[in-house]
Nanobody, 125 residues
Framework: QVQLVESGGGVVQAGDSLRLSCAAS????????MAWFRQAPGSERESVAA????????YFADSVKGRFTIARDNDKKTMVMQMNNAKPADTASYFC??????????????????WGQGIQVTVSS
């Protein structure tokens, strides 16, 4: 069974840093493109960051550029997102996503068909 599990969420103060991790599991499963999405209460799910299979190409939403970084370890089937200078606007449930269909980083949720359960990040002012 293919599964994505997020970890590292929590409550931080504005200006603090937080590191989200996503671990993929499943026999003979190789996650290709991977991404982070987030959804705040009353808002639609939005793309935050994405990374191609080999890590050469990345995408960041304008709201997080310069503050967030993304990286992956294909041997461990993990992806991490470092969130620096967190802002209250970053408060949301964060979801890890991947696909077995494409190696290219994509900002579209339609590109991903495997999703984690989500993890809460709260940034207090």
């Amino acid at each position: 069974q293919v599964q994505l599990v997020e970890s590292g969420g929590g409550v931080v103060q504005a200006g603090d840093s937080l590191r989200l991790s996503c671990a993929a599991s499943g026999r003979s499963f190789t996650p290709l493109a991977m991404a982070w999405f987030r959804q705040a209460p009353g808002s639609e799910r939005e793309s935050v960051a994405a990374i191609s299979f080999m890590g050469a190409n990345t995408y960041f939403a304008d709201s997080v550029k310069g503050r967030f970084t993304i990286a992956r370890d294909n041997d461990k089937k993990t992806m991490v997102m470092q969130m620096n200078n967190a802002k209250p606007a970053d408060t949301a449930s964060y979801f890890c996503a991947t696909t077995k269909a494409t190696i290219n980083a994509s900002r579209s949720s339609r590109s991903y068909d495997i999703w984690g359960q989500g993890i809460q990040v709260t940034v207090s002012s």
